[in-house]
């Protein structure tokens, strides 16, 4: 694969993961952003949204899973 074609790949990769991150479910969002663009671990999470670490955790885990299913749709996956 040369360099041009990495390029246009990860440029699609990332338009998936943009158009994947609105449809994501409003807690596994809210926890998403929290941790990725605040950088807050899952214990501050837990407390800012008043849930336990757990449901942080599993809502991480679903936001994860959604960003997946999203970006391998059309690769037959």
Same mark, same amino acid.
């Given at each position: 694969?040369?360099?041009?074609? =990495? $390029?246009?790949?990860?440029?699609? %990769?990332?338009? &998936?993961?943009?158009?994947? %991150?609105? +449809?994501? $479910?409003?807690?596994?969002?809210?926890?998403? *952003?929290?941790? =990725?663009?605040? !950088?807050? *671990?899952? +214990?501050?999470?837990? !407390?800012? %949204?008043?849930?336990?670490?757990? $449901?942080? $955790? =599993?809502?991480?885990? *679903?936001?994860?899973?959604?960003?997946? &299913?999203? +970006?391998?749709? *059309? !690769?037959?996956?």
């Amino acid at each position: 694969m040369t360099a041009r074609a =990495r $390029e246009g790949s990860v440029a699609e %990769l990332a338009l &998936r993961i943009a158009g994947a %991150l609105p +449809t994501i $479910e409003p807690l596994p969002r809210a926890v998403f *952003d929290r941790h =990725r663009y605040s !950088d807050m *671990d899952y +214990t501050a999470i837990a !407390d800012e %949204l008043g849930i336990t670490v757990a $449901e942080v $955790e =599993r809502a991480m885990a *679903d936001a994860m899973l959604h960003i997946m &299913r999203c +970006t391998n749709a *059309d !690769d037959g996956s």
